[in-house]
């Protein structure tokens, strides 16, 4: 068990140390709607759901989204693509106002 708990910690310690830049916030100097998307994984992956909603607060719904997509993929539900469809729709609702949100606030300069 330590094992795995030490492999997972390696990995998570990667992830950290590996992080995909964002073009926009390095050549703009300005946050796109998907900055903080992987450092919030990352902090959900260490069990910081509170810090993942600070960083990104649809990470966890569209975790979730993901993970009911892969199932609807293999079970069929019967309204599955409209729950999906719903799903998407309130994902790109909370990234576009979270998005908003860090304008308003000055945020998205860096």
Known sequence: MQ?????????????????LTCPSRKLL???????????????????????S?????????????????????FVRFKNGARILTAGYIFCAVIIVVHYIYKVLTNQILH
Do not use: M, T
Not at 54 to 73: D, E, N
């Open 3 to 19: 094992l795995l708990l030490s492999v997972f910690a390696d990995i998570v310690l990667w992830l950290e140390k590996h992080l």
């Open 29 to 51: 100097h300005i946050d796109c709607p998907g900055c903080g998307l992987q450092r919030s994984y990352i902090a959900l992956l260490k069990g910081n759901v509170a810090e």
């Open 53 to 73: 909603l600070r960083l990104y607060p649809a990470a966890i719904p569209i975790f979730f989204l993901l993970l009911f997509l892969v199932v609807h993929l």
